[in-house]
């Protein structure tokens, strides 16, 4: 009965996706009072919304244009149309529009944040002219009520060339957390690089804890001088004011730049600290951060006194490992961890994509089969859980975990070493969300001498970086010369593109045949790459996920 649901489900997706088309659009009165248009337009889902008749030479399309840029879901493709074609309507530049719409933002909601955050992230990417061209209006966004306006209204002023201006406007705590806090939004890593020693200065010479913690933050996403940052920030785990805020930036910088004579004494402390914590406080989210910074510090001592402070904690505390979703990119952040056999250990998921994900903690070898399985299994899934299979090779699983929120997975781990893999069972996630469980019998002989596992879809490559647009710069004057097909080819199936995507009719079919795009693009390099590195760029119909709710509900 489930394939039948399943295989039933498919055909609805199809027929939905070839009909698409043809679905009335919704009546809306253009010619009413802004307020009424509003009204009408915000009762729309997005999906309904793109449907609205839209063109760039009539002014009665501006409120459909805005509407779209203030819904946080559209594709990026979408919204750069909205901008485009606002800025001709009004005769303005893009990055004044984009301003404009943060502007009306008020961040008090997930939905308004996320919308608020992709707007800025959009100013962010305009030219640096037409950010200067804004310096007044970003100077009075900067000097607002809204913290998280305030800080890309910071960010921009910076990109575009106002670096000094943007240091004047931050005289008082609040406006300097908003600047601090600004330096982690700039785009580029340059432009974070140059920031650094203003953002040293003000965590010598803050007196509030609230821009200490700012410029902690700021601090530890520079990335640059991770030692130095490292030696600035250990110290600060004894003051139980700026304690998370050191963990938390902590763990932001590479365990290798941690000296061990510092991650000893530190650990030291921080044992004690977890002794001394009443238990109630003990799944905060705040001890949790600590606690990871810990089980990172004992990776870098001596064996054995690292198993002194490992049977401490386990008297007090379950051994946590938090996991996020990384947002757009079908990922987790933590590609693999280890825990020791037969040992307790909980998972703490923390969602910060757009779309709903679990975590499945399968048998050695079961990652496909448990992925398929989910599939089958569908929305109803195991005992409540959705896609989640009724397998022997499941041995944990978390339910599936809506944007912006959390779960936890409490297991014991299995007591025969091995690499178990982990993986999000909605559908077709798979081929990217993954990760691997190493069980090993002493985990503080592993820590001195960690192995990566091998990946458990087959890929042999490893993660390299998160490439940008911006890292490709120039990359096309050659016109590609010395490049080859052959090498292409491999990478593309090594890297699971083949999973999805088709290559002269082999491969999978989530995502369009990729010598067609290049037909569709007319050949052009750049917006070929853009479709590779932003997938949500633009999204065809025929390829957007679609949700059918039952007359059962």
Request: with cysteine.
């Amino acid at each position: 009965m489930q394939r039948q649901i399943a295989c039933a489900a498919a055909v609805l997706l199809s027929a939905s996706a070839l009909f698409a088309k043809d679905v009335t659009p919704p009546k809306i009165f253009l010619d009413k009072p802004a307020r009424i248009v509003a009204y009408q337009l915000k009762r729309l889902d997005d999906d309904r919304l793109l449907l609205v008749p839209r063109a760039d030479d009539d002014k009665k399309y501006i409120p459909v244009y805005e509407a779209i840029l203030s819904r946080p879901a559209m594709a990026s493709g979408v919204r750069e149309e909205a901008v485009t074609a606002l800025a001709k309507l009004k005769d303005t530049s893009a990055a004044k529009e984009i301003l404009s719409a943060i502007e009306s933002t008020k961040f008090d909601s997930n939905e308004s944040r996320r919308s608020g955050q992709v707007l800025g992230r959009m100013l962010l990417r305009r030219p640096a002219p037409e950010l200067d061209e804004l310096k007044k209006d970003l100077s009075g966004l900067a000097m607002g009520d809204i913290p998280a306006s305030r800080s890309f209204a910071f960010a921009a002023l910076i990109a575009g060339g106002n670096p000094k201006a943007a240091e004047e406007l931050a005289s008082d705590a609040e406006a300097k957390v908003a600047m601090l806090n600004a330096v982690s939004l700039l785009p580029r890593a340059p432009q974070q690089v140059a920031r650094r020693d203003y953002v040293v200065t003000e965590f010598a010479s803050a007196t509030q804890p609230e821009v200490s913690v700012a410029a902690i933050a700021a601090l530890s996403k520079i990335p640059t001088e991770a030692e130095d940052t490292c030696k600035r920030l250990m110290p600060l785990l004894g003051d139980p004011a700026l304690r998370v805020a050191a963990a938390r930036g902590l763990m932001r910088l590479p365990a290798e730049v941690i000296e061990s004579n510092a991650a000893e004494n530190a650990a030291e402390m921080l044992v004690a600290f977890a002794e001394s914590t009443d238990a109630a406080k003990r799944t905060t989210n705040e001890f949790v951060d600590v606690m990871q910074l810990t089980d990172r510090l004992l990776t870098r001592i001596a064996p054995a006194k690292a198993k002194t402070y490992r049977a401490r904690l386990r008297e007090i505390v379950v051994r946590v490992v938090k996991i996020k979703t990384v947002e757009e990119e079908m990922r987790y952040d933590v590609p693999y961890f280890a825990v020791e056999a037969g040992r307790p250990v909980q998972i703490l998921l923390e969602n910060h994509d757009l779309m709903p994900h679990n975590l499945v903690v399968a048998t050695p070898g079961a990652l496909k089969g448990v992925a398929m399985g989910g599939l089958a299994a569908g929305p109803d899934g195991t005992n409540g859980l959705p896609y989640v299979p009724d397998s022997p090779n499941v041995i944990a699983a978390s339910d599936m975990i809506a944007p912006d929120k959390s779960t936890r997975i409490t297991l014991t781990a299995p007591t025969e070493p091995g690499e178990y893999p982990y993986v999000c069972t909605f559908p077709q996630h798979w081929y990217r969300m993954y990760g691997v469980m190493i069980v090993v019998e002493d985990l503080d002989a592993w820590n001195q001498n960690p192995t990566e596992p091998a990946n458990p879809i087959g890929s042999n490559r490893s993660f390299v970086q998160n490439w940008k647009l911006d890292d490709f710069e120039g990359a096309f004057s050659t016109d590609l010369r010395g490049r080859s097909p052959e090498i292409g080819q491999k990478i593309f199936n090594e890297a699971s593109c083949a999973g999805c995507h088709k290559v002269n009719g082999v491969g999978g079919a989530v995502g369009p045949e990729l010598a067609d795009i290049y037909k569709k693009h007319k050949g052009d390099h750049q917006i070929v790459l853009r479709e590779i590195l932003e997938p949500s760029h633009t999204i065809d119909a025929k390829y957007a996920m679609q949700l059918i709710l039952t007359v059962e509900g």
